[in-house]
């Protein structure tokens, strides 16, 4: 049976199911969402795709090779170059910082982390993920750019382990699922108080946690708030003119609700 064929049939289940209309409708539009997203990945992914890997094709990390399957983020956005592009001007900034030591909690496949090794070559990073398949994605994805000698790749990351990176010039990317609550507190862990921090805020997990941190760092730091800005994506000509719903799930990013990032930089 072919990929449609099987959707049909999944879809055909999930209408004769019984139970509430209104989850129904709901499970039926998550799995439209995802079908039309693959097949705009099919589209974008023809003849771009070698021996299961893709190259990033603008943004900060143009030319970042990718591996498939991609175990965290979101494929399409990422290899437009368009994902997170609310964060871009921060990314460049930090890039031109040259921190000795970058730090990203929850590196998933190493977007961020190889990412931003690629642009900073004399910066050593570390990229930590609970999940053992992004581990290995992080590694595989370091090794493919070139950059495995400086990205040293690891499980959970706690927050005595701060104390374990260079005392100065260090940058944490955070971006764990609400965790940001309990690790990214300079009261427990006052190594942060010398280290800038980039961190996605998860207010759909951790109600508050915004202010939380902006009241933790508030002596030592000045914070940035950065909210969501409409999607913006340039598509290879091949894909201009699509609908106007195919436009938005190119850069489609499947977040729950609002995850805006603080910028939260040393006085
Ligand atoms: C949304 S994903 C990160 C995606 C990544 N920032 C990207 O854009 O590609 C969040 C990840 O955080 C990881 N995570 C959560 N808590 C963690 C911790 N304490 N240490 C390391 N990884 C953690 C989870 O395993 C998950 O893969």
């Not at 982390?113 to 910066?123: C, D, H, L, N």
């Not at 000045?222 to 719903?245: A, D, R, Y």
Request: with cysteine; aromatic share 8%.
């Amino acid at each position: 049976m072919d990929f449609d064929q099987n959707v049909l049939e999944e879809l055909r289940r999930r209408v004769t199911m019984p139970g509430d209309p209104h989850k129904i409708n709901t499970e039926i539009f998550s799995l439209m969402l995802w079908y039309r997203t693959k097949l705009l990945e099919n589209l974008l992914f023809h003849g771009r795709v070698v021996d299961n890997k893709i190259a990033v094709m603008n943004g900060p990390f143009k030319d970042l090779i990718l591996q498939l399957p991609c175990n965290a983020g979101s494929l399409l956005p990422m290899v437009l170059g368009c994902y997170e592009h609310e964060l871009h001007p921060f990314v460049a900034e930090a890039i031109h910082r040259n921190y000795k030591h970058v730090v990203n909690v929850g590196c998933g496949d190493g977007y961020y982390t190889v990412g931003m090794a690629m642009r900073m070559p004399q910066t050593q990073f570390s990229g930590y993920d609970l999940n053992p398949k992004a581990q290995v994605g992080c590694k595989a994805v370091a090794a493919l750019n070139n950059v495995a000698d400086r990205v040293h790749v690891g499980g959970e990351f706690r927050g005595e382990d701060f104390t374990k990176l260079p005392p100065k010039d260090t940058l944490v990317i955070c971006d764990i699922e609400g965790g940001e609550d309990e690790l990214l507190d300079p009261g427990k862990f006052p190594a942060l108080k010398q280290m800038d921090v980039i961190v996605e805020l998860h207010e759909v997990y951790k109600p508050g946690v915004t202010q939380r941190l902006k009241d933790r760092f508030a002596t030592t730091h000045n914070f940035t708030l950065v909210p969501h800005g409409p999607k913006i994506v340039k598509l290879p000509i091949q894909l201009q003119g699509m609908s106007e719903v195919d436009e938005f799930l190119f850069c489609h990013e499947g977040r729950g609700g609002p995850t805006p990032w603080g910028i939260i930089i040393q006085k």
